[in-house]
């Protein structure tokens, strides 16, 4: 829980300016010097008015008005190029800043432990980033907003003051016009000055307070309008939608949805309805202070025509200018949260040893794997998935983990991956703890296929080699192998095909089969010395996936191999069996064996599947 203050707020404030400083280095600068030049911008005009004013007033040189009026000209002709043009650089640099931001996010995602991957809090602190940022561009992008807002207001507000300094010297002692001259009247017009600024301020703040109040909630309703809108337009789940008439119940929810959306936004206007008329009554009223205060001094000839024009206008900047101050001062400290957020995201660390050990490059790929009294429970949980389970794995050998949905076989591979660690026993690779080797070098000895793998919109051949460039010939050679040589062939492209069409015309769709044996050919191509299939071919039949785990069982060779199935007719062909149940291992052996045991749990499994695979049909 991070204590709040005002030093919190600063110290928040200059972390998230240094953030800005990393993404992009001249975004800071460039926002200083564009505020700079609007600042003095109106400056220019109100001092150079009030010169000219007086000139013609008091019929003075023409040459000399000339002077001004070129001077004028020239310096609003400069301000405004300068002012222009940083703002035009500036645009374009939060543009790659914005950019460079969304990259340094999706690389923390990527480069930190899988175990937050999986975390619900991760998931949910990455969505409100994302939509704070496409909502009102809260965190990174607000705060150079604000910076540049805040560096105007700071260069204005002591202009200003010098401006309007001389308007308060009392030069008369006449007793006619004493009062109109004196200190005591300064003072009121101070006093009721400050007194409708302070609370114009606490209007404008109050109000961007209610603002920001309403649009966090909003963000929550987004968050869920963005999935169903996502829905709707995936072309993919249209079928769902249509067969099984989901129209009315994607209306509801989205109805739903937008009518407290609706409500958030009629919230939002009563509250700039009520601020914003309080708000324009009190600058009536200070307006009119302003013009009754300065034209007193006028009338007792205190002041000029021509400062009446400087006081004024430099008076009415010194107001507004203030209350933007606040205002701006207000948004800063309530966009900390988002960049709090931002923070707290890229500060997540993971806890996973690295390891330095590098790991034995074998040309016989003789790797011994053993799993020594190992026992796990994911982060957050008390119930434990794997407990004590105590097994070894020798070079060129097969092993089958079959299991009922639940049993613990994909967290078996996970902690075997060292996608997670467990916490108690060790793994071993050739008698070496794993988390002593080095994190990469021990991951590229696997090749695995997930249940729930993933093909992108990229070419086929990419998706084969998981990487840009690629060896074409043995892509082809792979596909073959993996048995999706004919429809290869009658793909427009080739290798160079795109998968689906979501960022190409020309892509094609695949079926579920298609992209099971593209899914196996990634693993081949990665040629690493340890296959695993974690219920890649899941979707399909038992006979199906029988003739595919064969196959693919041919196509492997000499590698260790791992096979996962909670269906057992699909890993007959493997030198052992594990049987895993409620995260224990209850049986090993091979199937012959295990089939024999009436008692054992492998029996039982085998007999209320064996609908689905009889003998003669396999």
């Known amino acids: 829980m991070h204590k709040k203050g005002l030093m919190y707020d600063l110290r928040l ?8 400083h990393k993404l992009q280095p001249w975004v800071l600068p460039v926002a200083v010097l564009e505020s700079f030049f609007k600042a003095i911008a109106p400056f220019v005009n109100i001092y150079m008015s009030a010169k000219i004013v007086d000139e ?39 543009i790659i800043m914005v950019q460079n931001r969304d990259m340094v996010l999706n690389r923390k995602i990527i480069d930190m432990d899988y175990e937050h991957i999986e975390n619900p809090e991760v998931h949910l602190l990455r969505t409100k980033i994302q939509e704070a940022q496409n909502q009102s561009g809260g965190g990174i992008y607000s705060l150079i907003k604000y910076f540049g807002v805040l560096i105007k207001c700071l260069v204005i507000v002591p202009i200003s003051l010098v401006m309007i300094v001389d308007i308060f010297k009392v030069t008369s002692n ?30 404008k703040e109050n109000s961007e307070r209610e603002y920001f109040n309403s649009l966090n909630k909003i963000v929550d309703y987004n968050r869920i309008a963005n999935f169903y809108f996502e829905k709707v337009v995936d072309y993919n789940s249209g079928k769902d939608i249509r067969l099984y008439n989901q129209k009315n119940l994607f209306n509801t929810a989205f109805g739903e949805v937008i009518g407290e959306v609706n ?18 009554f009190i600058s009536s009223l200070l307006t009119g ?39 701006t001062i207000a948004a800063l400290k309530i966009n900390n949260q988002y960049i709090q957020l931002y923070l707290d995201f890229l500060n997540i660390e993971g806890k996973k ?50 299991g009922m949905n639940g049993s613990g076989k994909t967290t078996f591979i996970k902690l075997l991956c060292r996608l997670y660690d467990p916490d108690e026993g060790e793994i071993l690779l050739n008698g070496i703890d794993i988390k002593k080797y080095d994190y990469d070098e021990y991951l590229s000895l696997f090749s695995i296929v997930f249940q729930d793998f993933k093909l992108f919109s ?82 399909l039949d038992p006979i199906a996936e029988f003739e595919i785990y064969s196959k693919f069982n041919e196509i492997v060779g000499t590698k260790t ?54 003998e003669e049909a396999v």
């Open 13 to 20: 404030i200059i972390k998230g300016l240094k953030e800005i």
């Open 56 to 94: 013609l007033i008091n019929f003075s040189y023409l040459n000399r008005l000339i002077v001004f009026v070129g001077i004028t000209i020239g310096l609003n002709l400069i301000i405004y190029l300068a002012s222009t043009g940083f703002e035009h650089i500036l645009n374009l640099l939060i």
């Open 174 to 203: 006449e007793s006619s016009i004493r009062f109109l001259n004196s200190n005591i009247l300064n003072f009121i017009f101070i006093i009721l000055l400050l007194i409708g600024t302070i609370y114009n301020m606490r209007l």
């Open 263 to 280: 409500k958030i936004a009629d919230e939002i206007s009563l509250n700039y309805m009520k601020y914003g008329g309080a708000n324009g």
């Open 289 to 327: 202070l302003i013009y009754i205060f300065i034209g007193l001094k006028a009338v007792i000839g205190s002041i000029t025509i021509g400062n009446v024009v400087k006081y004024t206008g430099s008076i009415n900047q010194f107001i507004s200018s203030s209350s933007m101050l606040l205002v």
């Open 353 to 402: 040893y690295k390891g330095t050990l590098p790991v034995e490059k074998r040309n016989d790929d003789e790797y011994e794997i053993e799993f020594r009294n190992v026992s796990f429970k994911y982060p957050g949980t008390d119930n434990y998935v794997l407990k004590n389970i105590s097994m070894k794995l020798n070079v060129g050998e097969r092993l089958a983990i079959v």
């Open 458 to 539: 990229f070419s086929l051949g990419q998706n084969v080699a998981a990487s840009v460039d690629y060896d074409e010939d043995k892509v082809k050679y792979i596909l073959v192998k993996a048995g999706l040589g004919e429809r290869l062939n009658n793909m427009p492209k080739g290798i160079q095909t795109p998968l689906y069409k979501d960022f190409d015309e020309e892509g094609v769709e695949i079926s579920g089969g298609e992209a099971q044996k593209i899914a196996l050919a990634r693993a081949l191509y990665r040629d690493a010395p340890i296959i695993i299939l974690d219920e890649p071919t899941a979707a």
């Open 561 to 614: 191999a791992f096979y996962i199935s909670h269906r057992l007719s699909s890993c007959r062909f493997c030198d052992e069996i594990a049987v895993f149940h409620e995260g224990k291992i209850i049986q090993k052996g091979n199937h012959d064996e295990l089939v024999e045991d009436e008692n054992g749990k492998y029996y039982e499994l085998w007999n209320s599947q064996a609908q689905y695979y009889k």
